[in-house]
């Protein structure tokens, strides 16, 4: 039965690259869960990140924001007291905006001993979850070693069902089983292919949806947004079986690189190749055995999320939720010589989006692809449209997508944009850069994608002739004119208001409209030229 409330399904995988969905082309592996969900929604098939790390990420998700403008650069760069996010917008409009599983948020301690706010009062708490109620934070940490971000409720519950241990997380869901039923650390590659000790139905990724289920079901009429944010297919790249031998090596889509980018003359770039988890991922013997699980991953991923899909049917609530399935960055698996995420080649920085809109105005958009450039900061002024918000453009840097999921043509953005702080990275010393000349900055038109490199030459690729981004034009004197028109569109965004946002463009208006404040006058000469003016002297100075 459809409810007269509107719900928002906030669904974000970590790590997932958009290339490895059966929906975005991939033959290697099928998904068909989300392949319904985007024959029932739109597919965007040009979305990116604003970092391709997940920290910053996220924090872009969270305010509608580039990373430039909430300061949060890197992963445990708190995001600073005072940063509006969507559930700050949200709750204005009386949606309760909650969290089951993962953010990555780092709170600003320091900034809210200063305004005095308690870590432990409802705004403290607000705060420090970057402004969800949090029915479940599960951010896939150790707990031994990283205290204070631990997954206290997985933890509990691999316990309540027999599988205890000092840290149930690292023993259960991160220990593997080996061939001789010895235990081994998921935290090694070699380890990759032998099924993790904890069964498939306890697994990160089955316990959340079914958070996520539990939460959905105790909700009344009272609009809500549901973060639901998994884990995986982030590391450790351990899966419960049968996840785990599902793929072999000859699943495996082809590398993606070549010995021109090896052999690269940019100094960034080598010392990216030459960092340990690229050296890794760049030999076959790793990437033969890491990838198919990685694979297994999103396809346990898949089969949940066919879980919960069924959830919503059987329950109505697919009449009144819009859905949402994102990534907060991609994977490169040994492609361009690297491993991790990082840097701005697609498979990194593009990610999958998938919306279902419920709304009867969607209907003409469904099962369809849109090749607009979108950012991961068009979420949240999106959703504050869905539940009849007005537009906050001093604030959002991001757009609202609903006319593109409506069946409208709107101007859009002419290019997207995604910034990487890479200060902490051992690439920065090793290329000998000072922290603070550390950025990046990618600007992408559709065709060319340009990376801005501070103190270096940029990168430069063609994705019309050159899609698999192997060729770097960056130094080639060739494509200068490319090169300057990109930096110009560099310069034209660095040059936009981004951190007014305390006044609204209404206001400004206003304030402009009335001149000075009452009661305030300057440069006047006489009375006359004030009544030309139309105005009178103070009450308090009229004499």
């Known amino acids: 039965m459809a409810r007269n409330a509107k719900n928002v399904l906030f669904i974000m995988a970590d790590q997932l690259r958009w290339d490895y969905l059966s929906c975005y082309g991939a033959t290697h592996i099928e998904t068909p869960h989300l392949d319904a969900l985007a024959a029932r929604g739109v597919r965007f098939d040009r979305a990116y990140v604003q970092s391709p790390i997940c920290g910053p990420s996220r924090m872009s998700f969270y305010t509608g924001r580039y990373v430039r403008s909430h300061g949060s650069t890197w992963n445990g760069f708190p995001l600073r007291v005072g940063e509006p996010t969507l559930g700050d917008h949200l709750r204005e409009l009386g949606v309760k905006c909650s969290l089951v599983g993962k953010t990555h948020m780092t709170p600003d301690i320091a900034g809210m001993k200063r305004l005095g706010i308690e870590p432990d009062s409802t705004i403290g708490a607000l705060v420090a979850e970057c402004g969800f109620d949090v029915m479940v934070r599960d951010d896939g940490t150790n707990h031994t070693d990283y205290p204070g971000r631990c997954a206290e409720d997985y933890d509990a519950y691999l316990r309540s069902h027999g599988m205890g241990g000092e840290n149930p997380w690292e023993e259960w869901a991160n220990t593997a089983v080996g061939p001789d039923g010895e235990w081994l650390s998921g935290w090694m590659l070699e380890n990759a292919p032998y099924p993790a000790r904890v069964p498939k139905e306890h697994s990160e990724s089955a316990w959340l949806t079914t958070r996520g289920i ?21 590391w450790p790249y351990l899966v ?8 072999s090596a000859a699943d ?3 590398v993606n690189r070549s010995d021109a980018e090896r052999e690269t003359d940019h100094p960034l770039m080598q010392a990216w190749i030459n960092m340990r988890v690229s050296k890794s991922f760049s030999r076959d013997a790793i990437r033969d055995i890491v990838a ?5 991953l999103i396809k346990e991923l898949d089969d949940q999320l066919g879980r919960l899909f069924a959830y919503l049917e059987d329950s109505g609530r697919m009449d009144d939720t819009l859905i949402v399935f994102c990534s907060d960055h991609g994977d490169n ?8 995420k990082d840097l701005f080649h697609d498979c990194s920085a593009r990610v999958p989006l998938i919306v279902y809109d419920p709304r009867p105005a969607a209907d003409a958009t469904r099962g369809t692809r849109c090749e607009k450039l979108v950012e991961a900061i068009d979420l949240a002024p999106t959703f504050v449209d869905y539940y009849g918000g007005a537009p906050r453009p001093h604030i959002f ?10 069946g409208q043509d709107p101007d859009w953005r002419p290019f997207a944009v995604s910034e990487y702080d890479y200060s902490t990275r051992d690439a920065r010393r090793a290329a000998g850069v000072d922290q603070n000349d550390a950025r990046l900055v990618m600007i992408f038109d559709g065709r060319w994608k340009y990376v801005h490199v501070e103190t270096m030459r940029p990168l430069l690729f063609d994705l019309d002739t050159d899609p698999d981004e192997l060729n770097d034009l960056g130094a080639d004197p060739a494509y200068s004119d490319t090169l300057e028109r990109m930096r110009n569109l560099h310069f034209d965004w660095t040059r936009r208001h981004h951190n007014r946002i305390t006044r609204d463009a209404a206001t400004v208006e206003a304030m402009a409209d009335a001149r000075e404040p009452p009661g305030i006058l300057i440069g006047y000469a006489n009375r006359a030229e004030l009544e030309a003016d139309g105005l009178g002297m103070p009450s308090h100075s009229d004499r």
Request: with cysteine.
């Open 333 to 340: 698996m040994g492609d361009h010589w690297m491993g991790e």
């Open 240 to 247: 419960p079986a049968p996840y785990n031998d599902l793929y």
């Open 252 to 254: 495996l889509p082809p």
């Open 214 to 234: 539990e939460y959905i079901e105790a909700q009344g009429d009272q609009p809500w947004l549901c973060h639901l944010s998994y884990i995986k297919p982030h």
């Open 397 to 406: 840097e991001g757009r609202n997508l609903t006319p593109l999921l409506h």
């Open 292 to 296: 198919p699980v990685y694979m297994g």
